[in-house]
């Protein structure tokens, strides 16, 4: 067996890598409400580098294509309480960016409505976030980054 040690060390893992993600939990703010609200949204996208301008907040980066972000994860509020955990993310696979923009928002629309951003007078939080890198065997960033802790206490405009 230790003669195999050398060659082995050079092999590419069988399988495919865990997917990138984050993972943590959501806090609502001061004086943040679920009156009146439906659904937690929590959608990830690749971070473009520019600060975040709460007066002009981005949702979305057109720099990049809507399937470079990961789905939105949608859960009912009924039963719900905060500090909730939530995970979002690829299952397996790899990504070219490490950098990434968390959005946690509340919602009035139903749980089966699909959702980029939160609508105005919605409150959100955002967060930004790096992607580990994969290391041996498989380039670009994988494995879900844990901690992720985001405090929904903006207003959409």
């Not at 997917?19 to 409400?33: E, I, K, N, T």
């Not at 470079?68 to 500090?83: A, H, I, K, S, Y």
Request: glycine share 12%; charged share 20%; hydrophobic share 35%.
């Amino acid at each position: 067996m230790s003669a195999l040690a050398p060659a082995l060390s050079g092999c590419i893992p069988f399988g495919d890598p865990e997917g990138p993600g984050a993972s943590g939990v959501v806090s609502l703010g001061d004086g943040v409400s679920t009156s009146g609200l439906t659904t937690l949204r929590v959608r990830a996208i690749p971070a473009s580098g520019e600060p975040f301008d709460e007066d002009d907040p981005q949702f979305t980066d057109p720099a990049f294509a809507p399937e470079d972000g990961w789905l939105t994860v949608n859960e009912r509020l009924d039963g719900l309480t905060f500090p909730h955990p939530y995970e979002v993310g690829d299952v397996v696979g790899t990504t070219d960016k490490q950098r990434w923009r968390l959005f946690a928002w509340l919602s009035a629309a139903d749980v089966d409505v699909d959702s980029d951003a939160p609508s105005s007078g919605e409150p959100y939080g955002t967060i930004t976030f790096d992607v580990d890198e994969c290391g041996s065997g498989f380039d670009g960033y994988c494995t879900v980054t844990e901690g992720v802790n985001v405090t929904i206490d903006k207003v959409a405009p």
